[in-house]
T-cell receptor, first 114, second 117 residues
């Protein structure tokens, strides 16, 4: 059964700072991993799907890496802005759980202070 | 392309009632998954449908059920509502054409906020 841990649970940074969000998973046999952001009371917005063959995936100021051997993924946010304030969740597939089964971390709540 | 839509966005029900939530996936997507999100438990997988068949089910009581129609739209139903069913219910769509060992990227709807009084 896949278990996902996200550290830190909350993060507050001044605008303009570069930051790294961490995601650890226990079953490293996965082929990919997905990062999401969630604004309060809203649905999840897909940020990046990173394949294990890619090691890294970039979208604008976001860069995600995936290291299966260590069971870790990181989401790097460059030059943070107040609009980046949200909860960031990673989702790792639970390969023993059947079709489309993923395990979500509890998320990192990010606050970017102007 | 239109995104995933969910209706209604908000619902208030009383204990013992039943409720039906609807989800329309992205055009061309055949897989729909449902999740329950609460502050205490986070995101919990309910079930997944593909081409009108339930392929996977999470660890929820039988009061939670769902179905998928030929146009890929999906509904979930909760009968005999309990206070603990108050949550944000999210659906996600994906192409979902691969086997059990490959996860297909998911796209989420805005959710339905259910409050049980």
């Amino acid at each position: 059964k896949q278990e996902v841990t996200q550290i830190p649970a909350a993060l507050s940074v001044p605008e303009g700072e570069n930051l790294v969000l961490n995601c650890s998973f226990t079953d490293s046999a996965i082929y990919n991993l997905q990062w999401f952001r969630q604004d309060p009371g809203k649905g999840l917005t897909s940020l990046l799907l990173i394949q294990s063959s890619q090691r890294e995936q970039t979208s604008g100021r976001l860069n995600a890496s995936l290291d299966k051997s260590s069971g870790r993924s990181t989401l790097y946010i460059a030059a943070s802005q107040p609009g980046d304030s949200a909860t960031y969740l990673c989702a790792a597939p639970d390969l023993s759980g059947g079709y489309q089964k993923v395990t979500f971390g509890i998320g990192t709540k990010l606050q970017v202070i102007p | 392309k239109a995104g995933v839509t969910q209706t209604p966005r908000y619902l208030i029900k009383t204990r013992g009632q039943q409720v039906t939530l609807s989800c329309s996936p992205i055009s061309g997507h055949r897989s729909v998954s449902w999740y329950q999100q609460t502050p205490g438990q986070g995101l919990q997988f309910l079930f997944e449908y593909f081409s009108e068949t339930q392929r996977n089910k999470g660890n929820f009581p039988g009061r939670f059920s769902g179905r998928q129609f030929s146009n890929s739209r999906s509904e979930m139903n909760v009968s005999t509502l309990e206070l603990g069913d108050s949550a944000l219910y999210l659906c996600a769509s994906s192409a979902g054409t691969s086997g059990t060992n490959y996860y297909n990227e998911q796209f989420f709807g805005p959710g339905t906020r259910l409050t049980v009084l």
